[in-house]
């Protein structure tokens, strides 16, 4: 969480200080990055990976949609 808050925090400042055409020009580059589709299959090995791993993902929503809170027992 730290990573993405500075990964922010810096692209906000490179992105204030270059002007806004420098800014979209950033976006772009990361946007073609993202959609290609090597970097697309990586992406869902990973997920499919963390999700075996934490086994989060595995739990269906219910009938309203949200998924229920998990039941932490209680410290005596």
Not at 24 to 31: M, P, S
Not at 32 to 56: F, M, N, W, Y
Request: no cysteine; hydrophobic share 40%; aromatic share 4%.
């Amino acid at each position: 969480m730290k990573g993405i808050l500075l990964g922010a925090a810096i692209g906000y400042v490179l992105g204030a200080r270059a002007g806004r055409q420098r800014y979209d020009q950033i976006v772009r580059a990361y946007r073609t990055l993202a959609d290609h589709p090597a970097v697309q299959g990586a992406a869902g090995i990973v997920r499919a990976k963390v999700s075996e791993t934490t086994g989060l993902g595995r739990h269906q929503p219910h009938a309203n949609g949200h998924r229920r809170d998990p039941v932490i027992p209680r410290a005596n």
